[in-house]
């Protein structure tokens, strides 16, 4: 037969998965959730302070008069907010190098210290720990430690009648009282305030200055916002210190600024005011030229071009005087090699060959124009000088008189009373919904890696085999196997008994055997034995024959009873893909619920290295299959009759050194040949295919071959390879079935469709089917 391929899993599989796993992913959600939920409770809330800054204001000394308007400031440098120069300062005052903290147990301290009230201390439990279990504080205003101590924990003890111990690692540092200072070897502390029992621990540290203000400064966020404003926000655990800190952060930004811009008009003044009387020199100099000049010569009406030419050079000496002007102010500040004045050089150099390039053109004037436009231009431009170093001068002055800045606080930070971050309540639906997301991930996940046979419907979508059904997990079934384990391990001594008396048939066997007595040779009326050990205790379908894992093993059989019909013969050979698959179980049932309807059934234990069948009925496994194989014993004198009306059973026999090998030789088919003349069904229990190759060979001789899969352990892969192994051995697999399907939602509905009928009570057997069960028990009546 052609093995068919696995399939890749369907959308409906991972579904199923999902709905089978509800409780662990409800599980999963509602732990995520309290987790959530519990860590969000013990973090301890922070607080955000903002600020709003304007860094654009009318600028005085651009527009010559306050209240002019500006444009906003181009490329705010954010990094002065951030600098040592501004925060340094702020952070000092409020000493927020310092830190104390109290002592709490592990997880639920932090709990227990979110749900108290600052100065309502709680008691202390377990006693004598020094753990703060809610409501402590302490206001340390001084804390001094040497530099071998800066970063370095220290603890605080709070001892009875306000007292105090301050110790590091190694020993203690000092004792002191609240409201007094304490120093001794460079180290100083004064704490105005305690609520704590005694007993209780804080921890004190001491932070490098440097490294404060720079953790501070990281902290600090600086956005840009419309308009020319800047927000600055801060976070932390104490809202009014985060407040505090952010104003003082924008006061002294803006004395900084404010400063800064002061200082800069006073130097500025200090230079445009030496310059003035050199400029008002010039100016009085040029005005002397021109008036020598026009009483000397007269009045001249300039022509055209001589006013062309007045204008561009005035423009042109304007410029250079205003450039040597900046040139000057920038040697007070840099040398003659510095970027900016050899900048500022070759831009007069520049507007110097210009003018003369100007001066070139205007050769055609008279003398008389040209010294009469160049004395013109000359008083023109030391006026234009003069006056604008005035205007400077009276601009620099009224920007030197105010005290007003160039930035405002637009909005104060004021102390929240609403903590950032996620709360409890989100936190846990966060959590819950995370987590979820995570069951969910696994279960898939788990399901792809590890892609489980699940149930009938999904194994015939995925494998295209034909399956006749799923056998329900059975707690009974697990009950009498344990009771089946307890008698193997304890009950020693009868085992040996049924050994013995097993040995002594192998070498006298009785002439009257249940093979002959099956063929109709045995009294009518005698029923099953039950004596000698006989029994059917470990047989679920007799202990329990209403239990789901027998209902389905009915269905089952309602499958094979049709399937078998077209068989070349009436031998089934039952087996799996791996051990643990469940195929003794379903073996043995079967052939009790074939017996129970009429059937002369017998059951073969193929399994010569590890088969147990025989222990199910109470019989001994010797002699067996391994005994008619070797030829040391015939067939009719190995089979054993059981409790079971109709049902034989022929044990795995003595454990042989070469099971493969007997099993090729032609005593298995002339056995099976045998056992088919005088039984309607005979159903072989081989060993798992995927780990020896006998049930390959048993196989190629059964008519039918029944597959037994275990739910959630059997891989479709297996089954794969099972069924290509099978093919090659000619076998004509009636079909399969799954063995432990435990009761799931997502397979709820059908187990719903059985359980009101189970749950009914069956009538009595009628006559009739009493008067059908007498030749069954006559076949299988003594050995």
Known sequence: ?????????????????????????VGATLAGAAVAGLAALTVPPRYEAAALIQVARPDVAASGAPGAPSAPAAGFDASILKSRAVAAPVIEQLRLGITAEPVRAPLVG?????????????????????????????????????????????????????????SD????????????????????????????????????????????????????????????????????????????????????YIRGQTSAR?????????????????????LERAESALTRY?????????????????????????????????????????????????????????????????????????????????????????????????????????????????????????????????????????????????????VMLRRRVKPVVADANEAEARLGLSMLGDVAFSDEQAELE???????????????????????????????TALAEAQGGADPQAGARTGNGLHDRFLLA???????????????????????????????????????????????????????????VLLIDADMRRGKVSTWFGQAAEPGLSDVLAGRIPV??????????????????????????????????????QCKERFDLVIVDTPPVLSVADAMLIASLAGSTLLVMRADVTLPGQVDDTLKRLARADARIAGGIINGVAQRRSNRADFATINPYLGMPLPPATPAARALERPVAAAAGKA
């Open 542 to 600: 007799r202990r329990s024959p209403h239990a789901l894992a027998v209902e389905g093993l009915r269905s089952v059989r309602a499958s094979l009873y049709f399937g078998l019909r077209g068989a070349p013969d009436g031998v089934l050979a039952i087996t799996s893909p791996a051990p643990g698959a469940g195929k003794t179980f379903a073996a043995v049932n079967l052939a009790v619920l074939f017996a129970e309807a009429g059937q002369r």
């Open 110 to 166: 932090a709990l227990a210290a979110r749900l108290s009230e600052p100065g309502q201390v709680r008691g202390a439990w377990p006693p004598g720990m020094g753990y703060a279990w809610g409501g402590e504080r302490i206001a340390l205003d001084t804390l001094a430690v040497p530099e071998r101590l800066l970063n370095k924990p220290l603890t605080l003890e709070v001892l009875s009648g306000g007292a105090f111990r301050l």
């Open 636 to 673: 009719g004198a190995a089979v054993q009759p059981t409790v079971v009306a109709g049902l034989c059973i022929l044990g795995a026999g003595a454990t042989p050194a070469n099971p493969s090998e007997l099993l090729m030789l032609p005593t298995l088919k002339d056995a099976l040949q």
């Open 482 to 512: 344990r009771q089946a384990e307890l008698e193997r391990r304890f009950g020693a001594m009868a085992a040996m008994g049924l050994a013995d008396a097993a040995r002594q048939r192998l070498a006298a066997p009785a002439p009257g």
């Open 1 to 25: 037969m052609p093995a068919p391929n696995v399939v890749p899993q369907r959308p409906a599989g991972y579904a199923r998965a999902l709905q089978d796993r509800a409780g662990l992913l």
């Open 169 to 252: 690692a190694d020993r203690t540092l000092l004792e002191g009282r609240v409201g007094e200072s304490a120093a001794v070897d460079g180290v100083e502390v004064l704490i105005s305030r305690i609520d704590a029992r005694p007993g209780t621990r804080f921890t004190l540290m001491r932070r490098d200055p440097v490294a404060t203000v720079d953790a501070i400064a990281s902290q600090l966020k600086v956005s840009e916002m419309p308009g020319g404003t800047v927000r600055l926000s801060w976070q932390s655990g104490d809202r009014k210190q985060a407040a505090d800190l952010i104003n003082g952060i924008a006061d002294g």
């Open 262 to 282: 002061r200082g800069d008009a006073a130097e500025s003044l200090a230079f445009l005011a030496a310059e003035l009387p050199r400029v008002q020199a010039e």
């Open 294 to 442: 026009r009483s000397r010569s007269g009045s001249i009406q300039p022509t055209q071009d001589a006013q062309s030419y007045l204008q561009g050079s005035m423009e042109y000496q304007r410029q250079i005087a205003a450039l040597r002007l900046e040139r000057t102010k920038l040697l007070q500040r840099f040398t003659t090699d510095a970027n900016e004045v050899k900048t500022v050089d070759s831009q007069i150099q520049q507007l110097i060959r210009e003018r003369r390039e100007l001066d070139e053109r205007m050769q055609n004037l008279s003398l008389s124009e040209r010294e009469s436009v160049a004395l013109t231009r000359d008083v023109k431009v030391a006026e234009d000088m003069y006056m604008t170093l005035r205007r400077k001068i009276e601009q620099l002055s009224l920007v030197q008189a105010d005290r007003s800045s160039a930035v405002r606080v637009v909005d104060a930070a004021a102390a929240s009373t609403v903590p950032v971050g996620i709360g409890p309540w989100p936190a846990a639906v966060a959590g819950g919904v995370a987590a979820l997301a995570l069951a969910i991930g696994g």
